[in-house]
């Protein structure tokens, strides 16, 4: 069984400065997909980032950037440029399209931006 | 845009009640889910759907079934509510083989 483990429950950064997530898993799998989904206050919860686990390169999608550490099943959230908009809970996620798409979400983390 | 629709943003139902929530999405997408979000805990998968009248338990289904009867509804039944079941439910939908899940806005369920 596949598990995802978000151990910090809450940070808070300054705006405007970085400051990083971070997410463990364990899995037998060699083929999988990890995520980074954002929940703001209003509750949409939105995709923020997704990593391949067959690419070796990290994911980049402007101010969110991912370092994926397969060997060590570690799969951490980098925000630069902290905006009071990213005040949100961040949860971290694990798929394997061998069990049809299903979602394994870690307890998340709620970020607090401060302006 | 991926359109994902729930009935209701809040519900307030007694012990004991059957309890109905709809989700509706317009992209056609084959894989529907719900899930239940509670503090600490994250989001826990309740049911799933990969077609039409087919569905697969998640990992916490006790005390829930499902009903999908069309492509674009998926429904989440509390056959006979109780106080634990007091919880945010999300739906998602996907595309076959597709990873991306969409998420509706959530119902926030009180059994009281």
């Known amino acids: 069984a596949q598990t995802v483990t978000q151990s910090q429950p809450e940070m808070s950064v300054q705006e405007a400065e970085t400051v990083t997530l971070s997410c463990t898993y364990d899995t037998s799998e060699n083929n999988y997909y990890l995520f980074w989904y954002k929940q703001p206050p209003s509750r949409q919860m939105i995709l923020v980032i997704r990593q391949e686990a067959y690419k070796q390169q990290n994911a980049t999608e402007n101010r969110f950037s991912v370092n994926f550490q397969k060997a060590a099943k570690s799969f951490s959230l980098k925000i630069s440029d902290s905006q009071l908009g990213d005040t949100a809970m961040y949860f971290c996620?694990?798929?394997?399209?061998?069990?049809?798409?299903?979602?394994?979400f870690g307890k998340g983390i709620t970020l607090s931006v401060r302006p | 845009d991926v359109k994902v629709t729930q009935s209701s943003r809040y519900l307030v139902k007694r012990t004991g009640e059957k309890v109905f929530l709809e989700c509706v999405q317009d992209m056609d997408h084959e894989n529907m889910f719900w899930y239940r979000q509670d503090p600490g805990l994250g989001l826990r998968l309740i049911y799933f759907?990969?077609?039409?009248?087919?569905?697969e338990k998640g990992d916490i289904p006790e005390g829930y079934s499902v009903s999908r009867e069309k492509k674009e509804r998926f429904s989440l039944i509390l056959e006979s509510a109780s106080t634990n079941q007091t919880s945010m439910y999300l739906c998602?939908?996907?595309?076959?083989?597709?990873?991306?899940?969409?998420f509706g806005p959530g119902t926030r369920l009180t059994v009281t």
């Open positions: 759907s990969y077609d039409v009248k087919m569905k």
């Open positions: 996620a694990f798929m394997t399209l061998l069990r049809g798409s299903k979602l394994t």
């Open positions: 998602a939908s996907t595309p076959r083989g597709k990873d991306e899940q969409y």
